[in-house]
């Protein structure tokens, strides 16, 4: 069983045996697990501007409202405000009261995150996990050696061997996940898998990725076949 299936078999047998899960209303519990989700593919970082995380949890106004009239408000305070405003008030409500029940849901001055998290998913550290099935949503140990493995996988050519390939596609992904990570900018990230791949040859991986992420994030396996195919025409 692939790792990120595992993941959420450990992941509903545990609120289903948690009493605390169900202390909370309908709402706050689908918000607790969109937030699990998003955390998992956000690599524990929540994003605090509300802009961005009404996005990420696609709340419906009829669900929250019913949600704010539960905890109180009035039918006229909720008609009088904003789509906004409501927005607001219901999810720093139900992030209240997720905090209060689960005390390992912290926050910092730009993200909320889970303590532990990567721990409690899969009981260990995840590039000690054991996993013999490749995973397209696999974690990525952004803490190579890309120079050394580089000079491994020698120069591109028409002729690339499966290893090479395999190697290629996952610097790929690396380097598409690794935006999200903190302090990291898309600039920073190519500065350093671009230095490191022209240097040993790598020239046309570097001009196939920069010729389709034109400021966006595109999916690794869009970059992958586009790699590709400017292989073939080389």
Not at 60 to 71: A, G, N, V
Not at 121 to 127: F, G, T
Not at 197 to 226: C, L, M, Q, Y
Request: proline share 2%.
């Amino acid at each position: 069983m692939a790792r990120l299936s595992r993941e959420f078999v450990k992941l509903e047998t545990r609120i289903i045996n948690d009493y605390r899960f169900f202390t909370m209303s309908e709402f706050e519990q689908l918000v607790y697990i969109k937030l699990l989700g998003i955390s998992r593919s956000n690599n524990n970082q929540i994003p605090k501007d509300f802009n961005v995380i009404k996005q990420l949890l696609r709340l419906k106004k009829e669900e929250t409202c019913f949600y704010l009239s539960q905890i109180g408000f009035s039918k006229q305070e909720i008609s009088t405000k904003s789509e906004t405003e409501l927005y607001q008030s219901a999810l720093k409500s139900a992030i209240k009261r997720i905090k209060g029940n689960f005390p390992k849901f912290k926050e910092n001055k730009y993200f909320w995150f889970f303590d532990g998290y990567e721990l409690r998913l899969s009981n260990s550290a995840p590039k000690e996990a054991i996993n013999s099935q490749r995973d397209e949503d696999e974690d990525l140990d952004v803490d190579k050696d890309l120079d050394k493995d580089f000079t491994t996988i020698g120069k591109v050519s028409k002729n690339l061997t499966k290893d090479q390939e395999t190697q290629l596609q996952k610097y790929a992904e690396w380097m598409a996940r690794d935006i999200h990570k903190t302090g990291q900018t898309r600039d920073q990230i190519y500065k350093m898998f671009f230095n490191t791949a022209r240097k040993h040859g790598f020239n046309i991986v570097s001009n196939a990725v920069e010729s389709i992420w034109n400021g966006t994030n595109p999916h690794p396996k869009d970059i992958w076949n586009k790699i590709k195919s400017d292989i073939a025409k080389a």
